[in-house]
């Protein structure tokens, strides 16, 4: 049935709030752009890391370092770069993320040891995670408070398409090229990422009038106990813990399974496409049924993902797998976010990405370097029914707190 909701607009109201046009204006479409380029440099890496480092002398435990090491570097740069954004504008720490990033690719192409890819890989994480804050909070500035969910579903096509397009692109370069090319790619993209921040406009202090940095009083301590930022924060922190099984060992799992990486790699193309239709959709999805439906429908869909996974035995259910795992993931990314944003002020909003993306971080940090040590006493198998194990107890939070979850 429709959502309540609709029993207090017309019909031709809610069309209108649903295509309304300004959510996607000029800066949000190249914030958009930005961030695509600078999420598939780093994705197209996520996936062929392990194989580089297997290339180097190391080990899978080494492989989940390797990925984990920069989701860690990432959190550790959130907290401190949260407040930068609230205190000095947001473009200007887009720039300064950015320009480590083209430090950082720029040395890959040279350096070629276990040591130095595991800094490199430490330093990208604190680049990403300084410009991605900054570019999150900046759409939430953009957006109209009322059309938050939406906007940020569009927006977040951005940040899932290339997580889920960048591992096959990553080895279909390596495959033919190399891994130096690899990082020349990745590379061109963050320069293209560059230039196009020039033509942002940040009208934060202009436009918000905001206070003196001394009359910010609201830490992150007081922050963090908002259950409006706790919350959503830990679900979507639960959600990519086991998210980063796939991202991280899905190719190797595959060969175990004798199948090439190359149609592996059509699990992530397939998770990018229903994602991406998904977004397209939101806004509909979003009037027709309640968040809190919603939110039960992406953790379940996340779920039954990965027991596809573990018992999978065709390449069917691996596209399977990642339709879903996509479809799931672009429910409750946008719905979480903006929960999170939704109670706290413009001059809070800074930390608060800052809180909800270190989750994110820490999740695909600890997950690869967790999930590295099961599988090697449970086999590939076993963590993938781990997951989704995981991922299920999500439904206890969501039903505590389905108040909060279902405004």
Same mark, same amino acid.
């Given at each position: ?38 999420? /598939?440099?780093?994705?197209?890496? &996520? ?21 984990? &090491? ?6 550790? @740069? ?34 070629? /040891? ?35 969910? &939406? ?65 910010? /009083? ?23 813990? @086991? ?109 608060? /990405? @800052? ?17 590295? &040590? ?34």
């Amino acid at each position: 049935m429709p959502h309540e909701r609709l029993s207090i607009y017309k019909i031709s109201d809610v069309n209108q709030e649903i295509d309304e046009p300004h959510v996607l204006s000029k800066d949000i479409i190249l914030l958009m752009m930005i961030n695509f380029l600078v999420m /598939t440099a780093v994705t197209t890496q &996520i996936g062929t890391l392990p194989l580089y480092v297997t290339r180097l002398g190391g080990n899978a435990a080494m492989s989940g370092l390797v990925v984990g &090491i920069w989701g860690l570097a990432a959190l550790g @740069a959130r907290i401190p770069v949260g407040k930068w954004i609230d205190r000095y504008g947001r473009k200007q720490l887009i720039l300064i993320g950015l320009v480590i990033l083209m430090i950082d690719f720029s040395t890959l192409i040279f350096m070629s /040891t276990l040591m130095s890819l595991i800094a490199l890989r430490a330093i990208q994480g604190i680049g990403n995670g300084t410009q991605s804050t900054a570019v999150a909070t900046l759409v939430a500035d953009k957006l109209p408070q009322k059309k938050l969910s &939406i906007g940020l579903g569009y927006f977040s096509i951005s940040q899932t398409l290339p997580a889920a397009i960048g591992p096959a692109i990553g080895l279909l370069i390596i495959e033919n090229w190399g891994f130096q090319a690899l990082f020349y790619f990745s590379l061109s993209l963050v320069s293209v990422a560059f230039l196009l921040t020039l033509f942002v406009k940040d009208t934060y202090h202009k436009d918000s009038k905001i206070l003196p940095t001394t009359q910010l /009083t609201t830490g992150f301590k007081d922050l963090i106990r908002m259950p409006s930022v706790w919350v959503p924060s830990l679900l979507i922190f639960i959600v990519c813990f @086991a998210n980063a099984a796939v991202a991280a060992f899905l190719i190797q799992f595959g060969e175990q399974k004798q199948l090439s990486p190359t149609i592996v790699g059509l699990s992530f193309t397939v998770q990018a496409i229903v994602g991406a239709l998904a977004r397209v959709y939101f806004a509909k999805l979003y009037f027709y049924f309640k968040s809190f439906v919603l939110i039960v429908a992406g953790i379940i869909m996340v779920a039954m993902a990965y027991l596809s996974i573990a018992f999978g035995e065709s390449v069917m259910l691996l596209l399977l797998a990642g339709a879903l795992n996509g479809f799931g993931l672009a429910l409750l990314m946008p719905l979480m976010n903006a929960v999170v944003l939704r109670k706290v002020t413009l001059a809070e909003r800074g930390r608060a /990405t @800052a809180i909800f993306s270190s989750g994110m971080d820490v999740a695909y940090g600890l997950g690869a370097l967790v999930w590295g &040590i099961v599988v090697s006493f449970f086999g590939f198998q076993g963590m993938y029914i781990c997951t989704a194990l995981v991922v299920v107890t999500t439904l206890g939070l969501v039903w505590w707190h389905r108040r909060l979850l279902s405004e």
